[in-house]
């Protein structure tokens, strides 16, 4: 599970490098912001607003993975009886 208090001191601090990105698992968009320090200021600045949504999202889809495994699992449980 990610932290919005932790996504938001990375933004704050480091943000024009992408690591508030790269922590939010968006590698490709984390690079670009690096190498074009957080496109220009611009990025860095919008994601003010973003970086909740990214957080929220990155821990909906770590959560569905979870689920994924948990529930083929008991599929492998359920079918084994037949």
Known sequence: MRNKGIAYLL??????MGI?????GKWI???VWL???????IG????????????????LIDNSKFNK????????FINSDK
């Open 44 to 59: 860095w600045f919008l994601d003010l607003f973003l970086t909740s949504g990214m957080v929220d999202y990155a821990n």
């Open 69 to 76: 495994s948990q529930n083929v699992t008991v599929n492998a």
């Open 11 to 16: 933004w704050f601090f480091f943000g024009f």
């Open 35 to 41: 190498f074009t320090c957080g496109v220009f200021g």
């Open 20 to 24: 508030h990105r790269m922590y939010c």
């Open 29 to 31: 968009t984390g690079f």
